[in-house]
């Protein structure tokens, strides 16, 4: 029976422990409403006590409060109601505070050592300026009577007067004034002096004299810009991301230097152009950083809600997305064991995301290369356009060691994307119609046009289109006209192999390793002039791979494989990346590609090798691959205006006009022996054949399509040993292919058969 009482009286104790574990009121608060309710509380007593200093009948508390703070701070009493007020309206606003001045850690500190020097400095001086003879006294007279800084005041300016003395408590009062401005506006000593000798420097005490330009002939003279005394603007740097517990800002832009002139020949003077001439600055779209709080507390309760809890540590605010970089939580499974939420999972919710959103697409970025951060990028409502000019301003531009450097754009958190050609060594571009494609291609060539004049860069330019790159015929840096005649391909292409091969030549006899080698070291010892970059841009590559596709794989692979030691490079653009345009092989010797917007996934894998361009929004917006990185880059790429454009090769033009120097100095003709082909002046030459049946088997072999010594025999009555030689000098000349093995035919290049029966453009 014991045993009975003692198990129910233990039970009883059980269940009224269970009773009061029960939480009470005050601990079912949460965190943001105590400090909800702190912040109205120091509200509250601002209020009450700015009521009291401007009122002359106060009750008892307040009469009380007011002594207290009168003795206690002295006159500082009356800024603590504002830096009470202050507190509150922050805990008050905290969730609203991207509209409220950002205020840094190190600005608090400094706030609060102002007000303790604001107190000391004040108590001192009251202390001086009211009372004579022992300064020890006055202070705590002044202190007993509630002026200066209180008993705070004397606190602090006592052991000052102990220690240091009445000379010393000035020299720690000043040191103590400088760390507080030091801190809270960031001016430090070395700025302040950078401040006084700037104005020393701008005194007006007289005019530095300009020197006198090189004297230059009449003519060129005319050609060349005027160069004005004033200064380059200074561009103003882009906008910082929003930082979340993080956020880079954007480096700081450097000023444009205008370029010494150069000399070519015996008179010409060429004259680099100045950006500030030629290309207009960007204008920095303002953006509300209250959606992009509201937008990163969207996606973190979306994907709670979804069972996949996250935390928002950054944003990045870029011209055309926004990128949020979110951290995965730790979740419970089903046996209690906690797991962190799988990027995979994620990945997969991103549809739900875009819909939470509102945006039309999503791209998930996982992991952020370099960062423990998935990255969520969402569209901007308006998307930003990248001026040419800031990126080439940019402090990053200049870090850049390359002759041949690249304005791609700006990236997701606003800094700007430089790439280096010599680099990758050739340049892919795949998008549909206005995607920005040949926006970017534009860019590209101003950006190399403002770096290089015609000794130091030659461009090979081909558009079957007639359109786009019309536009730069006559400029000096052309290799010749723009190429629009698809029969004419071949043969440039044709002509830049026979001119890699002719460098490698010249390298082998100099001993140079490449161009770059061979300009700085072997050129000035031989007394050579220095030889000049060829870009070779072709702007739609689906039209050549359409006329003649085994020709034109042929001999872009063989100078994407081997012509990067010549300083010969390829950019190629195309609308049309399906895989019977950008081959295997050419998609292997390209290794530096860049996606716009594509029609479908399968288009963003053939020139990607993985889906995502698919979902971008056009206008610029890109994916640039790099070589050396697993995964693209999203970019906004940099716009030229058609008026920028224009300037630009006017400009160029008129340094090349055919009046500036001698006909037979005249820069228009190529600045070394070697020319292409197709050029006019050219001496005709009379053709002698390996063999005189050699343009009759050609005919024969090209109204066949196919070539083989059983073929030779049969047509042309001849016998197997002259049908075999024949057939091996085609082959030798490019024209059949090797022989593929057993009972089949040789293939069959027809534009190699027609560039030897037409030699040097005789049609």
């Known amino acids: 029976m014991t045993r009975k009482r003692s198990t129910r009286r233990t039970s009883t104790r059980k269940s009224s422990r269970r009773k009061k574990k029960q939480p009470s009121l005050l601990s ?6 105590w400090l909800d309710i702190l912040g109205y509380g120091l509200l509250a007593v601002a209020a ?20 207290l703070l009168r003795q206690g701070f002295g006159w500082g009493a009356y800024l603590t109601p504002l830096f009470v007020g202050a507190v509150g309206l922050w805990l008050v606003l905290r969730e609203f505070g991207d509209r409220l001045p950002s205020v840094t850690p190190l600005q608090i500190v400094g706030i609060l050592l102002g007000y303790l020097a604001l107190l000391t400095t004040s108590h001192f001086a009251t202390a001086l300026a009211l009372f004579e003879g022992d300064l020890g006294n006055a202070l705590a007279a002044v202190a007993d009577r509630g002026l200066g800084g209180g008993h705070l005041g004397e606190a602090l300016a006592r052991p000052l007067l102990v220690g240091l003395g009445s000379g010393g408590v000035i020299v720690a009062l000043v040191t103590w004034w400088l760390i507080v401005a030091a801190l809270i506006f960031g001016v430090s000593v070395q700025d302040g002096a950078r401040v006084i000798q700037r104005l020393w420097k701008k005194r ?39 930082p979340i517990n993080g956020g880079s800002p954007t480096p700081a832009a450097l ?26 600055p960007g204008n920095g779209q303002d953006f509300s950083a209250d959606i992009l709080r509201r937008q990163a507390r969207l996606v973190e309760e979306t994907l709670e809600s979804l069972g996949a809890p996250v935390r928002v540590r950054e944003i990045n605010r870029g011209p055309v997305v926004t990128q949020f970089g979110i951290e995965p939580l730790v979740i419970t499974n089903g046996n209690g064991q906690e797991t962190k939420v799988k990027v995979s999972r994620i990945s997969a919710l991103a549809d739900d995301l875009a819909l939470a959103l509102e945006a039309r697409t999503l791209r998930v970025e996982a992991p952020i290369p370099g960062k423990g951060l998935v990255g969520i990028e969402v569209p901007n409502p308006e998307i930003s356009l990248v001026a040419l000019r800031d990126v080439m301003e ?22 700007p994307a430089i790439a280096d050609l010599t680099a990758m060594p050739h340049l892919l571009i795949a998008g549909t119609t206005g995607s920005g494609k040949s926006v970017c291609i534009n860019a590209l060539i101003t950006a190399l046009l403002l770096q290089h004049t015609p000794a130091s860069l030659r461009f090979l330019m081909v558009d079957p289109k007639r359109v786009e790159l019309a536009g730069y015929d006559g400029i000096p840096h052309l290799l010749s006209k723009v190429v629009v005649e698809m029969e004419r391909v071949t043969n440039a292409l044709q002509w830049v192999l026979s001119e890699m091969d002719g460098r490698y030549r010249r390298f082998s006899k100099a001993r140079a390793i490449h161009i770059r080698d061979y300009n700085e070291n072997v050129a000035p010892r031989l007394g050579e002039k220095p030889l000049p970059y060829i870009v070779v841009v072709i702007d739609e590559l689906a039209d050549l791979m359409m006329m003649a596709p085994q020709e034109t794989e042929r001999s872009l692979c063989r100078i994407a494989q081997m012509a990067r030691a010549t300083g010969i490079h390829l950019i190629i653009a195309t609308q049309r990346p399906s895989v019977d345009v950008v081959t295997g092989l050419i998609k292997a010797n390209f290794p530096a590609r860049i996606a716009f917007n594509v029609a ?8 990607l090798d993985m889906p995502g ?6 206008r610029g917006d890109m994916l640039f691959l790099p070589p050396d990185a697993p995964t693209p880059l999203r970019l906004q790429g940099a716009f030229v205006s058609d008026e920028e454009l224009r300037r630009l090769v006017q400009y160029w033009k008129e340094q090349a006009r055919p009046g500036a120097v001698p006909v037979e100095k005249s820069v228009q003709r190529p600045l070394w022996e070697e020319a292409p082909p197709w050029e006019a002046g050219q001496k005709e030459q009379k053709i002698k054949y390996e063999d005189e049946l050699l343009p009759e088997v050609i005919d024969l072999v090209l109204r066949e399509n196919r070539a083989s010594i059983s073929l030779l025999q049969r047509k042309l009555r001849i016998g ?15 024209i059949v292919g090797p022989q593929p093995g057993g009972s089949k035919a040789r293939e069959v290049f027809p534009g190699a058969a027609r560039a030897l029966l037409h030699p040097q453009g005789e049609e």
């Open 28 to 33: 079912r608060l949460t965190l943001d409403q």
């Open 48 to 67: 009450l006590t700015i009521l009291s200093f401007l009122s002359a009948n106060n009750g008892l508390v307040l009469g009380k409060w007011l002594g």
């Open 204 to 242: 007006p005490a007289g005019r530095a004299r300009n020197l006198p330009a090189p004297r230059t002939t009449s003519t060129a003279a005319k050609s060349a810009p005027r160069q004005t005394a004033a200064p380059p603007r200074q561009p103003s740097a882009p906008r910082a991301p929003v």
């Open 255 to 280: 000023p444009a230097v205008p370029s010494p002139p150069l000399l070519i020949g015996d008179d010409q003077i060429w004259r680099l152009p100045t950006l500030d001439e030629m290309l207009d």
């Open 394 to 415: 940019s402090k990053r531009y200049a870090e850049v060691d390359s002759p041949l450097r690249l304005c791609l754009g700006q990236d997701v958190s606003g800094h």
């Open 600 to 607: 479908s996934s399968v288009d963003s894998r053939v020139i």
């Open 613 to 618: 361009a698919e979902q971008l929004l056009g």
């Open 720 to 734: 197997y040993t002259r049908s075999a030689r024949i057939m091996d000098i085609l082959e030798r000349h490019g």
